[in-house]
């Protein structure tokens, strides 16, 4: 099993900056990849970015390319979501996701585990 943490959510003016974390614990080997996903009111649930863990490829949606960056920090079993130049269009919850497969895309089904989420609201 794989538990994930996150924190770091809140409110942000448009423009602004926040980092969102994701503390992973438990079979270490059942996450190679890491993504962030996001959630909106009343629309479905959205592929950010991911991350293999070994080796640190990456992969983003278009939508945040550029002002979004996906890290890890092995020592601390921790993923982190750098948001940059944040929109109003960026207000979700954000859930990060691990999978056991060598996997960084973006389709929801392949990650087997999930947080509970932490709320990003972007004020224009």
């Keep these: 099993q794989v538990q ?5 959510g809140g409110l942000v003016q448009a423009g602004g900056s926040l980092r969102v974390s ?6 270490t080997f059942s996450r190679q990849g890491m ?4 959630q909106a009111p009343g629309k479905e649930r959205e592929f950010v ?5 070994s080796g640190g ?10 002002r979004f960056t996906i890290s890890r920090d092995n020592a601390k079993n921790t993923v ?8 109003p269009d960026d207000t979700a919850v954000y859930y990060c996701g691990a999978t056991s497969l060598d996997y960084i ?14 709320q990003v609201t972007v004020s224009s």
């Design 49 to 53: 970015a991911a991350i293999r863990w």
């Design 80 to 87: 982190y979501l750098q948001m940059n130049s944040l929109k």
């Design 35 to 38: 993504g962030w996903f996001r």
């Design 22 to 27: 994701c503390a992973a614990s438990g079979r």
């Design 105 to 118: 895309g973006s389709d929801s089904a392949f990650y087997a585990y999930w947080g509970q989420g932490t």
């Design 57 to 66: 490829n990456t992969n983003y949606a278009d939508s945040v390319k550029g």
């Design 4 to 8: 994930l943490v996150e924190s770091g």
